[in-house]
Structure formats: structure tokens, C-alpha cells
DNA sequence: TGTCCACGTCT
DNA sequence: AAGACGTGGAC
């Protein structure tokens, strides 16, 4: 009788999509770089952000050579910003400290910035062919399904791990995680799986309804929060940024000036005291830009101004608007300036 | 429209 | 250990 992982390996042969950074040889840095970039985010949007890293920054040594901005800049409307910090931060402790190569031991892997149990086993074993247990929603659902497994989360996961485990091939290790990763976005799919393609059929043990598993969790309503933004325009086009702190939300990234976001919209006592700059004249755009976050909806009013002001002001640079691109510009901003800039009197 | 993908890591 | 942390596309 064949086995799971032959039957497995045997479809990936030749199933497998031809991706930037799968190679028969692989490179870890290609390795670390995607599954970072992966971590919440689909293949068709990683495949861009992928290539452009890899030409900006060919190895390792040139991205823990590089500054964090330029690394912020490149990672700009992926999402998930800490990543991008924990990824410089982790490229240079590799070269203090690991004299440049990724260790192959879980326990070293698990001390670097951004590198937890899911990636610390995709390294092992796609980057060095260990038999490690590459736990993600993927295989969360392939294993739910083929195991018939009901529990909810986060049980569940402890299940899919020993089950997996029990699955690792002693070669090939490197195919089969990525083999299990791929059946599930190709064929194992959240919704309508294409049970018919599925090299592991006969065995799963939930033909009937493969689609009501892994069981679903519980969502929360998301609250919805508020802040007015102040959009300066300076005579030559140039618009007004400050750079958010390192820590927490989009951290490191650049943005309008706005109030706190609040759980109301701001009144005036608070808009007029938090405005950058002290001059009378604001123009109150009508309308307000909506952005969901991964735990909040944000609504958000632009008060716009055109000054001739050409002094400096504390913690904002001014910025003209073909040079935008160059900023490291989370995507709520980027809609803040083109509503605010496409708006008219 | 709103929900889901989306366990991934950090705190 | 539960919540923080983005985004865009599929449906």
C-alpha cells in the first residue's frame, strides 16, 4: 500500500507551481524571505514584494546591510509591519551572530526576531530537508479534513501537529511540506475542494462534507475607531509627513498628521488642539475615508490647508508628492492623501 | 455589502 | 494566553 507522504510527493511532482523561490537547490535566504513575506498573505501577492527584494537585496549580507527605511519602503501596502522590522533585525543578528548561515537546530532558529514554530519547520526543512512539522492553516485544513479530526482551536492544532508528525517522510522533506501547503491552496480548498484531483483520495475520512472542516471559529464584531487627518499642502505641492514610533501599529512607517484615533469622532476642542500647525483657514472635507484593519474599522475625516510656509516643523518633513513613493506609506495613508488630493473645493 | 482567507508571531 | 497586528481578493 502507498503511502500518505508517496502519494503526497507523488502529486506535487507534477502538480507543483513554479514559484520565484522554489528551487531544486534551495536557498535559504529565498527560503526565510518568503515564508516570512507568506505568514498571512496568498502567493499572488508575495510573488511582486518577493522579486523586488531579492533584486534590491541579492543575499543576506546585503539586507542586513541595508537600513530599516529602505526595508519599510520595500514592504510598504504587504501589511503586517512588524515583520518587516523583526526581518532587518534578523538579518543582521544572522551575520553577528550566526556568521551569516541560518542555524539547522529549532531551538536557535526559535530565538530569531519574527521566526516561530511555523517558519522555524519550514526552514528545517524546505531550506536543510529535515523531517519537521510545518503547521499552517493549510495543513490545519488538509489534516482536519483527512483525519476526520472535529475538535475546535486551539486543539485542534495540537492534533494536526501529532497526525502530521506521524506523516513526515524521512526524505524529501523539503517536497512534502510544501507539497502539504500546496494541496491545500490548489486542491484542499477553504471552499469547494476539488476532491476529485486529490492524490490522497479513498483515504480522506470526510468525503461527505469536506467543506464544514476545520470547524469554524468564533469571529468578533470588529469596533470601529475614528481620528481627523491633517492634509498641509505647501505651495510647491509638498505635503506634510511625520514618521510614526518603532513600536506597535504600522511602526516605523511614515503618515499624515492626524488626532488620536479615538472610539468617537473627535470634536473640535480635540481636532483644533492636535492640528500641526497654529493657523486659522482649515477646509472640512466633506465625506471621510474607511479602512479595516486586521482588529478595527477606522473611519477617517481629512481637514486639508494650503500654506506658503516654508519652515520646518517639529517631527514632519515635507514631502513632494512624486517623492511619495519613496516614503514607507501604509496603505490608510495612501488613501488619505489621494482622497484628500483628489478632492475638489 | 460583509465574511473569509489567514496559525503566524509577539507580547 | 488572548489580543494586537494589514491587506486585498474571492465569493
Not at 526559535?110 to 528545517?124: D, F, K, M
Not at 472542516?213 to 475614528?226: D, H
Request: glycine letters at 6%.
Amino acid at each position: 500500500m502507498t503511502s500518505f507522504s508517496d502519494n503526497l510527493l507523488g502529486w506535487y511532482d507534477h502538480h507543483q507551481r513554479s514559484l520565484p523561490w522554489r528551487s531544486d537547490d534551495p536557498n535559504p535566504y529565498y527560503v526565510w524571505l518568503s515564508e516570512i513575506m507568506l505568514q498571512q498573505t496568498t502567493v499572488k501577492t508575495v510573488i511582486p514584494y518577493f522579486l523586488k527584494f531579492i533584486e534590491t537585496w541579492p543575499t543576506l549580507q546585503d539586507l542586513a546591510t541595508s537600513s530599516l527605511d529602505d526595508v519599510l519602503v520595500a514592504w510598504q501596502g504587504l501589511g503586517y509591519y512588524s515583520r518587516a522590522r523583526n526581518l532587518h533585525k534578523c538579518s543582521q543578528q544572522l551575520i553577528s551572530k550566526h556568521a551569516g548561515q541560518f542555524p539547522k537546530d529549532e531551538k536557535q532558529l526559535l530565538q530569531l526576531p519574527g521566526i516561530g514554530p511555523y517558519t522555524a519547520a519550514a526552514i528545517r526543512s524546505i531550506a536543510y530537508d529535515q523531517p519537521a512539522a510545518a503547521v499552517d492553516g493549510n495543513v490545519i485544513r488538509v489534516l482536519a479534513r483527512y483525519c476526520a479530526l472535529t475538535e475546535p482551536r486551539p486543539q485542534l492544532d495540537k492534533k494536526v501537529r501529532e497526525r502530521l508528525v506521524a506523516f513526515l517522510p524521512d526524505k524529501k522533506c523539503g517536497d512534502f511540506t510544501q507539497a502539504m501547503m500546496e494541496l491545500g491552496a490548489l486542491v484542499c480548498r477553504p471552499k469547494s475542494p476539488d476532491c476529485e484531483a486529490c492524490p490522497l483520495q479513498g483515504h480522506c475520512r470526510s468525503v461527505n462534507d469536506p467543506e464544514s472542516l476545520p470547524t469554524a471559529s468564533i469571529k468578533k464584531k470588529l469596533p470601529t475607531r475614528y481620528a481627523v487627518a491633517y492634509l498641509v499642502q505647501r505651495e510647491d505641492g509638498a505635503i506634510l509627513l511625520r514618521k510614526r514610533d518603532e513600536k506597535g501599529m504600522l511602526g516605523g512607517m511614515m503618515e499624515v498628521p492626524t488626532t488620536p484615533w479615538l472610539d468617537q469622532k473627535p470634536g473640535p476642542n480635540v481636532v483644533k488642539s492636535h492640528a500641526p500647525l497654529e493657523v486659522v483657514g482649515w477646509e472640512v472635507l466633506e465625506g471621510y475615508v474607511k479602512h479595516t484593519f486586521s482588529h478595527f474599522h477606522f473611519h477617517i475625516h481629512v481637514n486639508r490647508i494650503q500654506v506658503s510656509d516654508q519652515s520646518d516643523h517639529h517631527q514632519a518633513v515635507w514631502v513632494q508628492r512624486e517623492n511619495l513613493h519613496q516614503k514607507a506609506l501604509p496603505t490608510v495613508m495612501k488613501k488619505v492623501i489621494s482622497f484628500g488630493l483628489e478632492k475638489v473645493k
